[in-house]
């Protein structure tokens, strides 16, 4: 019973902590506008949160292999909780962006520590299945925050859509706090085994480069803000590598990064978020611009993808403990690839069911390969380096569904004479869309080959 309410509560902790950004981007216009705030400045409600729980899970996942991951785990809920509370009663902007990245901070506290919960509840043969779980869980808030999110603006105020993680906080609060007790520090520990400066720097380095990515995405790589921001996170990541060589326990671990399966599992993660998320995005400005679907049809579409994602994360870690992680994980990359191949061959006449198949394989493939992979990515590691390895692979899904928008971006508007920005009027013809997903296929089909390639430490 412990161990199915642990699963609970971690799957629970990732269902809020991904509906929040749909649900928050939903309200953005009302929020905006209760807040006379430009529209400009409104993205930093999105940008502040993204920052905080990116930047800071890798130190949290290295916390939690060091001291007590439950409670580390209960103190990221009842922050999350407590801060989206607050939020809900943000008097102004400012107070708002606070609460967003308190937020942030609490978010990477759980999804930084869950899979270290994980791994020290479910053995290796069972394992799959927990993490196919939490996958889940992952899927299914991004697939309910922006339809429950309209469905609450339609009768309440923005800052109900706040209330909800509070509520859901608390509800998290009671079925976890009993188990979670148990998950103690393995043993006492000294603060100075943590690499605190090479944290901040790390820290400092990931929050830097995502914010240059963010500009990146708005206003093109050819600007005095993004270049230096390039630079000085080069700067920051020279830094950290001179810094970690000296380092008795240093946060980049060697074992770690001397492991071709977990060198292979992290990139996996970065080019699967990449072409999937990448096109993702681009989906509603393709349903729109090039076959003139109406906003109901374009959600069910864009449904059929999220919920086939939603169903494979359940199977896929059920599947693996079965016949394989790499069995399924190739299977789901190969699905990946043919969703994105069949999606880059679409023209107005291509028929409904056959877009709405390649979607349904997309989000299949995706689904498939979540647990899988982050269960390869586990495999061997000691139990000392879990929480920074699964941690490191949560990062990747960061950056990978980022520099996936960025390049489908650019590649959608190669032949443009002015920049594409998230908030384009440009219309696009079929031909742009083809080439921006016959890319996200080509990273797809990279993915597939490079995990065809035998493993150092055997098949499984």
């Known amino acids: 019973m412990s161990k199915k309410r642990l699963l609970v509560t971690v799957a629970l902790a990732a269902f809020m902590a991904t509906m929040d950004t749909s649900l928050v981007s939903v309200g953005l216009p009302q929020i ?38 439950g409670r580390l785990f209960m103190a990221g809920v009842t922050l ?5 509370g607050l939020a809900g009663l943000s008097p102004g902007f400012l107070f708002l962006i606070a ?38 869980g992952f899927a299914s808030g991004a697939t309910m925050g922006a339809p429950l999110g309209g469905l609450i603006l339609t009768y309440l105020s923005w800052r109900a859509l706040f209330v909800v993680n509070l509520a859901l906080g608390v509800v998290l609060l009671v079925i976890g706090t009993r188990v979670l007790k148990k998950f103690q520090a393995p043993q006492a520990w000294k603060w100075q085994t943590l690499d605190l400066w090479g944290g901040v720097i790390l820290t400092a380095t990931l929050a830097l480069f995502i914010l240059t990515l963010t500009g990146v995405r708005d206003h093109g ?31 980049l671990h ?21 072409c999937v998320m990448g096109s993702f995005f681009l989906l509603p400005f393709f349903l729109v611009q090039v076959f003139n679907f109406p906003p109901t049809m374009v959600g069910l579409m864009l449904a059929i993808l999220a919920i086939s994602n939603v169903i494979m994360a359940f199977l896929g870690g059920h599947l693996a403990d079965r016949i394989g992680n790499l069995i399924v994980l190739r299977t789901g990359l190969a699905f990946i690839f043919a969703g994105l191949f069949f999606l880059g061959t679409a023209t107005p006449r291509t028929a409904i069911l056959r877009l709405a198949g390649s979607l349904a394989l997309t989000g299949m493939g995706l689904g498939l390969f979540s647990a899988p ?64 997903f016959w890319l996200a296929a080509g990273l797809g089909a990279l993915n597939f080959l490079v995990n065809l390639l035998p493993r150092r430490t055997g098949e499984r």
């Open 99 to 136: 609460c967003r990245v308190a937020q942030g901070v609490g978010g990477a506290m759980m999804l930084g520590v869950s899979p270290k919960l994980i791994t020290l509840a479910f053995r290796e043969g069972d394992r799959g299945f927990a993490l196919g779980i939490f996958s889940a």
């Open 80 to 84: 999350f909780a407590a801060a989206s």
């Open 32 to 69: 905006a506008a209760s807040l006379a705030t430009s529209v400009a400045a409104i993205s930093w409600v999105m940008v502040a949160y993204l920052l905080a729980n990116a930047s800071l899970q890798i130190m949290v996942g290295r916390l939690a292999d060091l001291a007590a991951a």
């Open 221 to 251: 790589l050819m600007t005095v803000h993004n270049l230096l921001g390039f630079l000085l996170a080069g700067a920051g990541l020279v830094l950290l590598i001179i810094t970690e060589r000296r380092q008795p326990n240093p946060l």
């Open 373 to 436: 992979n982050l269960n390869e990515i586990l495999h061997g590691v000691p139990p000392k380096l879990m929480g920074l390895a699964a941690s490191t692979s949560a990062v990747m899904k960061n950056l990978g569904a980022l520099l996936g928008v960025i390049a489908l971006v650019a590649a959608l508007g190669w032949e443009s004479k002015e920049h594409v920005t998230l908030i384009s009027a440009v219309h696009f013809s079929a031909a742009h869309f083809q080439r921006a």
């Open 254 to 274: 060697r074992e770690l990064w001397l492991r071709c399966d977990f060198i292979k599992g992290i990139f996996g993660v970065l080019l699967a978020f990449a």
